[in-house]
């Protein structure tokens, strides 16, 4: 009996002592990001990272997991890889080092690993390197015909997978695909098309043919490493980062375990703001990286931020249901910073607070801000580029319609397909060529009771019919425009129009900065059926984008109220976002604080931002709430109900705020 009641008892203990599973992506969210792009010179790998600093990080900063190099763009694992290329010696397995350390306490590990970037493959290997549309073979990226996944990507991954490793962060993969000009692609082009040449440039024949075959070619190669490294190891998970995203706009068709990447150093708030509504409704878990650095492509400088600025750019994420992660660089002995291990509890306390109201809630449809896959692969150039100055329209429209605290999604048309109804305003920001299928619904969705808001000089015409107005044939430029006898400046092009009984028209555009120089009517709104469609007749995302005014801001916001009253009304600060939850059966209303000069692109990181109140809110529902409280500072909110209102104050936003409405 005491044999078996001691069994008991070594077991007892052996089974409290073992570490606790990692969670599974899926279920993450907080995480750090780590890397450093290790090329041959660096013979010191290990020399300053020890088990106590990862200890010391894990203890502190507590993350659901952690990301750290395994190989960047020049091709150079920072392990000693058995398969391809690595420096000449090291001080120790830094992979194993943070292996055995996560694994002690329960702490998910992935790699940062290049895949279609990988310099050393194309140096040892130049008949795996993609050919340039001028001949000579590319000294970075890889060809999506060679035996590149094959013989290095997917065994190199393997072998990652057997230290233990939970998964890899793909990194330089879908951006950093480029038009391939080798014998396999120009071949299978000219077979498939019967054109003799493959195009150089946007205006050849067969341009978004071929950049289309490069796109299928993209994802078989995704899919060949995806299933080989699920197949070796089941539990092994596999993002290819920024794929099925702003970059990739289109169904998700892979058997990817999540969705990721890592969003602009500059401006980081509101290019959050923009990437996570691109990812969030894509139907797989994901999460959305800040850079903890501001950082400049062009002078190639560094500054840190404070965790104030993370924390403004994470409550973005948050707000979207998604979980969060922040970039650290390693030290090239792939060692960590201590010194900014304190930054990175803070930034972690700040996410863990708002986990319980945030995480994988669901928004509740007001604005969907189409984000057409169709019109954007007709206009943009490369196979999978994002280019933020090609896409103003979209980010511009955006921006203006969360500075007027209206709740919006960015959604496909895979995303709206089927289910239009939900949402009481549509907005198309300037796209000037939309599948003819997609149209028709659009049209039939209005005709049913929809409110569709189309803006720009060219998305006006695909609509002309239903708009209610005469376009004129020709268009001219435009010297200002504006609203409520309010003027900005503009460069944008005018599309004049004249409406036709029964449509009325708003705001002016001018051509002189004088309220008697008129040019005609800037926007127009319209009945058909039982809905209303409304059209504003230049590009005034694109120019709020470039050019910041708050008469812009107020043009969008004017013309969407014009068309639907949105479930919150926020007054107090136009510098604050609202995103409208549910979750756990109850209504989550988040308050992002957006003030500061974030958006300057000179400011590369900021300790000070302003916090705007009081707030005065006014949330409508059909049923008086039982209670509202302020999350997380857990504090009741006093309300009035009324005529089908809710009425409250917030004194002040310091960063992000729920109001859970019960």
């Avoid at 599948?435 to 695909?462: C, I, P, S």
């Avoid at 230049?538 to 120019?543: A, H, K, P, W």
Wanted: hydrophobic fraction near 40%; glycine fraction near 8%; charged fraction near 20%.
């Amino acid at each position: 009996m005491k044999r078996h009641l001691l069994l008991l008892f070594f077991a007892t203990t052996a089974l409290a002592q073992s570490p606790k599973q990692p969670l599974r992506r899926a279920d993450s969210f907080f995480g750090l990001h780590f890397d450093f792009h290790a090329d041959m010179a660096d013979t010191l790998i290990g020399k300053t990272l020890t088990e106590g600093m990862v200890d010391s990080l894990l203890r502190l900063v507590k993350p659901d997991f952690i990301q750290v190099d395994s190989k960047g763009h020049p091709g150079v694992t920072s392990y000693p890889t058995k398969v391809g290329y690595k420096p000449k010696r090291f001080e120790k397995n830094t992979l194993k080092l943070f292996r055995d350390v996560t694994a002690r306490h329960g702490v998910a590990l992935y790699v940062h690993h290049s895949g279609v970037w990988d310099n050393e493959a194309v140096r040892h290997h130049p008949n795996w390197a993609r050919i340039k549309p001028d001949g000579p073979a590319d000294t970075e990226k890889t060809s999506l015909w060679s035996g590149y996944a094959d013989s290095l990507l997917i065994p190199q991954l393997k072998e990652i997978s057997d230290y233990g490793v939970d998964g890899v962060w793909v990194d330089g993969d879908c951006w950093a695909v480029e038009p391939d000009y080798g014998p396999a692609p120009v071949a299978a082009f000219r077979q498939a098309t019967g054109l003799p040449d493959a195009p150089k440039q946007r205006t050849d024949p067969g341009y978004f043919a071929f950049m289309e075959q490069h796109r299928t070619a993209f994802k078989q190669y995704v899919k060949r490493y995806t299933d080989a490294l699920h197949q070796h190891n089941p539990r092994f998970q596999v993002a290819s980062n920024w794929s099925f995203t702003s970059f990739m706009p289109e169904p998700v068709s892979l058997p990817v375990d999540f969705i990721s990447g890592d969003t602009d150093p500059l401006d980081g708030a509101n290019r959050s703001a923009f990437q996570a509504r691109c990812i969030a409704p894509q139907g797989k878990p994901w999460d959305l990286m800040s850079w903890s650095f501001g950082y400049g492509w062009s002078d190639r400088v560094g500054a840190p931020k404070p965790a104030i600025q993370l924390c403004q750019e994470a409550a973005q994420v948050l707000a979207m249901g998604g979980g969060f992660q922040a970039y650290w660089t390693q030290n090239n002995d792939a060692s960590l910073t201590p010194w900014a291990f304190e930054t990175m509890a803070e930034l972690a306390r700040f996410c863990r607070a708002r986990q319980s109201f945030c995480h994988k809630a669901v928004p509740v449809p007001q604005v969907a801000l189409l984000y057409s896959g169709v019109a954007h692969r007709a206009k943009t150039t490369g196979v999978y580029k994002f280019n933020a100055d090609l896409s103003g329209n979209l980010i511009g429209t955006l921006n203006a319609l969360l500075y007027n605290q209206l709740p919006t999604e960015i959604l496909m048309e895979h995303h709206l397909h089927g289910r239009m109804a939900q949402y009481p305003l549509i907005v198309i920001p300037e796209w000037a060529t939309l599948a003819d299928t997609f149209r028709t619904e659009l049209v039939q969705y209005v005709r049913d009771g929809g409110n569709l808001l189309v803006v720009g000089h060219q998305g006006v015409k695909l609509f002309e019919n239903e708009l209610g107005v005469t376009l004129q044939e020709t268009t001219r430029p435009a010297a200002y425009f504006g609203i409520d006898n309010q003027l900005t400046g503009t460069k944008a092009t005018y599309q004049p129009f004249e409406p036709l009984p029964g449509t009325r028209t708003l705001g002016g555009v001018y051509k002189q900065r004088d309220l008697r120089f008129g040019a005609g009517p800037l926007a127009s709104v319209a009945r058909l059926g039982k809905g209303q469609i409304a059209g504003v007749y230049l590009n005034v995302g694109e120019d709020f984008y470039k050019r910041e005014t708050h008469v812009g801001r107020s043009v969008i916001g004017q013309m969407a109220r014009a068309l639907f009253q949105p479930q919150v009304s926020v007054s107090g600060s136009s510098f604050v976002h609202v995103a409208l939850n549910r979750k756990d059966g109850q209504t989550m209303l988040n308050l992002i604080n957006m003030a500061g000069n974030h958006a300057n692109r000179a400011v590369y990181s900021t300790d000070e931002i302003p916090t705007p109140g009081p707030l005065t809110l006014t949330y409508r529902t059909a049923q008086k709430p039982k209670r509202l409280t302020l999350q997380p500072e857990n504090r009741p909110v006093s309300f009035a109900y009324k005529n089908g209102e809710v009425s409250f104050t917030v004194p002040t936003l310091a960063i992000h705020s729920v109001v859970v409405i019960e």
